[in-house]
C-alpha cells in the first residue's frame, strides 16, 4: 500500500511538471509573438531601418529619390542587410516609393517609408512601420492603410 503511493504521488509530480512545462512554453511563444522588444520584432526594426536609411543614402549621392529596388542596390543596405533584396521582392518588407520627400529625415515624420507586410504579425492586425524620420511603430493595419492612402494622393 505505502508502495503504491509513492508511485501515485509520482505521477502527481510529473503531471505538474508537464502541466508547468505547457505553461512554460506558452508563456515563451507568447513572449516571442507579442512583445515588442522580442528578437522577431527587433529583426523586423532593424531591417526597415536599414531599408529606410538607404532611401536617404541614395537621394544623398544621387540628387532623386529612389523608385525601385534597384536603386537600392547602390546604397550599402546590401552590405548591411545581405537578405535585403529577398525582403522586398518577397513583399516581406514593402517600400513606399516617394518622390517628394525632404532631403532632412526630421521633416519627414509623418510619411511612410516602409512597412512590414509579412508574416504572423501582419496577419494579427498590427504592422512595424517606418517613418520618415527613422522611427519605428507598431500600428494597426488601418491606421497604416489610411495614412498611405492619404500620402499617396
Same mark, same amino acid.
Given at each position: 500500500?505505502?508502495f503504491?503511493?509513492?508511485?501515485?504521488?509520482?505521477k502527481?509530480r510529473?503531471i505538474?511538471?508537464a502541466?508547468?512545462?505547457v505553461v512554460?512554453?506558452? /508563456?515563451? +511563444?507568447? $513572449?516571442d509573438y507579442?512583445?515588442?522588444?522580442?528578437i522577431?520584432h527587433e =529583426?523586423i526594426?532593424?531591417h526597415?531601418r536599414?531599408t529606410?536609411?538607404?532611401?536617404?543614402e541614395?537621394?544623398?549621392a544621387?540628387?532623386?529619390?529612389p523608385a525601385?529596388?534597384?536603386?537600392?542596390?547602390?546604397?550599402?543596405?546590401?552590405q548591411?542587410?545581405?537578405?535585403?533584396?529577398t525582403?522586398i521582392?518577397n513583399?516581406? /518588407?514593402? +517600400?513606399v $516609393?516617394n518622390?517628394?520627400l525632404?532631403?532632412?529625415?526630421?521633416?519627414? =515624420?509623418?510619411v511612410?517609408l516602409a512597412?512590414?507586410?509579412a508574416?504572423l504579425?501582419?496577419?494579427?492586425?498590427r504592422?512595424w512601420v517606418?517613418?520618415g524620420d527613422?522611427r519605428?511603430?507598431?500600428v494597426?493595419e488601418?491606421?497604416?492603410?489610411?495614412?498611405l492612402?492619404?500620402?499617396?494622393?
Amino acid at each position: 500500500m505505502r508502495f503504491g503511493r509513492i508511485l501515485h504521488m509520482t505521477k502527481a509530480r510529473w503531471i505538474s511538471f508537464a502541466g508547468l512545462s505547457v505553461v512554460a512554453f506558452l /508563456i515563451v +511563444v507568447y $513572449w516571442d509573438y507579442f512583445s515588442p522588444n522580442s528578437i522577431p520584432h527587433e =529583426a523586423i526594426r532593424l531591417h526597415l531601418r536599414l531599408t529606410a536609411s538607404s532611401i536617404y543614402e541614395f537621394h544623398k549621392a544621387t540628387g532623386r529619390w529612389p523608385a525601385a529596388a534597384d536603386d537600392l542596390a547602390s546604397t550599402s543596405l546590401p552590405q548591411t542587410s545581405p537578405y535585403w533584396r529577398t525582403l522586398i521582392d518577397n513583399r516581406a /518588407i514593402t +517600400v513606399v $516609393w516617394n518622390n517628394d520627400l525632404k532631403p532632412d529625415p526630421k521633416d519627414n =515624420a509623418s510619411v511612410a517609408l516602409a512597412y512590414h507586410n509579412a508574416g504572423l504579425f501582419s496577419k494579427l492586425g498590427r504592422v512595424w512601420v517606418c517613418w520618415g524620420d527613422l522611427r519605428t511603430e507598431y500600428v494597426k493595419e488601418e491606421v497604416l492603410r489610411a495614412k498611405l492612402k492619404s500620402q499617396l494622393r
